[in-house]
């Protein structure tokens, strides 16, 4: 599965709560494409500052020089763990010096071309592989749905992002990476023309793979909207005389409703909408935030009638 992901990109709101859009959630910094290939595989990167820079790695389990390695994985023998991937699970040839018993010892089990039983290939041209090959296949396909939840777990534990959900993670496939390269460098032939049919062909080591693209979804472009309804978020100022005292909370705080945007207001498409908000306390590292919205033209607290949490 060949992917691309810029470490940035707002995302509306993750499952795991919502934050308001700031400078942390703006700040794109790189760009990654990882090449999931059927006979090799390789990735690169790009500093978003220096776009015509592009990194390929080129050091693989220290042979320097290759851009790819093999797409290969080495089983034990019951298929149950890798034990090797890339170039060096490839087996060796074997000596004639050795015996039969030190060859009938062996347990490397390679696995070639697996990445053409993961697609919608006919069975018929899917190649041979071996007896017990299934169990792998199986137990990958099963988590093939999680990859991008896998790949998000990596990059955090492997301190690329602060948090597991952060919005500055986002993921796109290489088809669809390669329609936006198309449609922005080759403007000539104007790809991005609402209605225009393309086709991008990917010819890799073993395959070839075609993916056609319509933009009859952009006949009607709409670039700004009125807000049918007042949104906010849910904030906690300091409670002054006269607020409330039965909604004091944490000490010496209130919860309110803080307008982003009212009600008849012309929005433009991606136009943003920022506010500064300082922590409650020293130790305060993130701000987690709820959407609310309410027909009205303003509100004073979330959980007013009228008011809604948007879901």
């Known amino acids: 599965m060949d992917s691309f992901f810029p470490i940035n990109i707002y995302d509306k709101f993750l499952k795991q709560g919502s ?21 090799y595989s390789g990735f690169a990167y790009c500093h978003v500052s220096d776009e015509g820079n592009i990194c390929s790695n080129d050091v693989w389990s220290g042979n320097v020089g290759q851009l790819k390695t093999n797409t290969v994985l080495q089983y034990d023998g019951e298929y149950n763990n890798v034990k090797l991937w ?14 039969r018993k030190q060859k009938n010892s ?18 018929e041209f899917k190649p041979k ?32 992002i602060k948090e597991k959900y952060s919005t ?30 393309f086709m991008i062909v990917d ?11 319509n933009d009859d979804s952009m006949r009607c472009i709409i670039s700004s909207r009125v807000l049918k309804y007042t949104y906010g978020v849910k904030f906690e100022p300091k409670w002054k005389v ?20 009212t009600r008849g207001t012309k929005m433009d498409i991606n136009q943003e909408i920022k506010r500064s908000h300082v922590p409650i306390h020293s130790e305060q590292k993130t701000m987690f935030f709820k959407l609310y919205y309410t027909e009205e033209y303003a509100g004073t607290y979330c959980d007013d009638p009228e008011i809604f949490l948007d879901e």
């Open 19 to 39: 934050k308001l859009l700031g400078f942390e959630e703006n700040n794109i910094r790189v760009v990654v494409g990882l090449d999931f290939g059927t006979t």
């Open 86 to 99: 890339g170039a060096p699970a490839l087996v060796k040839r074997q000596s004639r010096s050795r015996t």
């Open 106 to 123: 062996g347990n490397d089990k390679p696995v070639e071309l697996f990445k053409l039983h993961l697609g919608d290939l006919l069975d």
């Open 129 to 160: 592989l071996p007896v017990d090959y299934k169990k792998a296949i199986t137990d990958y396909l099963r988590e093939i749905g999680k990859a991008k939840a896998i790949m998000r777990i990596c990059a955090f534990d492997a301190g690329l």
């Open 168 to 197: 500055n993670l986002r993921f796109t496939t290489e088809p669809e990476a390669a329609a936006i390269y198309c449609m922005k460098n080759l403007e000539r032939q104007n790809l991005a023309q609402p209605g225009t049919n």
């Open 203 to 213: 010819c890799g080591g073993g395959t070839v793979d075609l993916t056609t693209r």
């Open 242 to 261: 006269g607020d409330p005292i039965h909604r004091k909370v944490h000490g010496d705080r209130i919860e309110k409703f803080d307008c982003l945007a």
